[in-house]
């Protein structure tokens, strides 16, 4: 399986699905699965529950996904924030021989330009946003097994990317 990890923006979702469609294999988007098993919007969870009940959420649907799911997975972008998330995107490579987790790099102000004010990103309000920018890459990369740059790049230029830093076979 190939797991997209990267920033708010970074095109996991919209990388992904086309990625998939590539490689003709199933995608799955672990936060449309955690909207559909919480049965409200993102933003909503947040509001009403708070961030903690969120992450403690998406760690479980990520670890069901990672188990159970193949082709495709797209992360929601604090995913790797969570340390036991973290930990079984690293062992995945050895869990599942032939599984990928790619990094799709996305500097803070692409991001913004991308999906900045957009209600149903709720981390997109928060002050510290560069912080929290800064404070995740060293965790996307510690995961990662191929880093790919978006900056610039069409998405089917990133899904060329992808495809080429992917192991043969
Ligand atoms: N390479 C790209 N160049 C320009 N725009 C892009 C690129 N990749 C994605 N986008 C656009 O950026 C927006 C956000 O993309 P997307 O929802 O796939 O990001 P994401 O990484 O899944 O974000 P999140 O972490 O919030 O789920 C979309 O409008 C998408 O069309
Ligand atoms: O970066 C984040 O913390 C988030 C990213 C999205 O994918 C969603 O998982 C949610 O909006 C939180
Ligand atoms: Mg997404």
Do not use: K, N, T, Y
């Given at each position: 399986m190939i797991v997209l990890v990267g920033f708010?923006?970074?095109g996991k979702t919209t990388v992904g699905r086309a990625l998939a469609r590539r490689l003709d294999v199933p995608f799955a988007d672990a936060d449309h699965v955690l909207v559909e098993r919480l049965g409200r919007p993102v933003a909503e969870v947040f509001a009403t529950d708070g961030e903690a009940f969120f992450r403690r959420a998406e760690h479980e649907a990520v670890v069901d996904l990672l188990t159970s799911s193949d082709g495709v997975l797209a992360l929601g972008?604090?995913?790797?924030?969570?340390p036991g998330t973290a930990a079984a995107l690293a062992a995945l490579p050895q869990r599942r021989p032939g599984s990928s987790v790619v990094h799709l790099v996305v500097d803070l102000a692409a991001a913004r330009e991308r999906?900045?004010?957009?209600?149903?990103?709720?981390?997109?309000?928060?002050?510290?946003l560069a912080d929290v920018h800064a404070r995740r890459a060293p965790g996307y990369a510690a995961v990662a097994t191929l880093e790919v740059a978006t900056h610039g790049r069409r998405v089917d230029e990133v899904v060329d990317a992808v495809v080429a830093g992917l192991p043969r076979g």
């Open positions: 708010l923006g970074a972008g604090g995913a790797v924030e969570h999906v900045g004010g957009d209600p149903g990103r709720p981390m997109l309000a928060r002050p510290d």
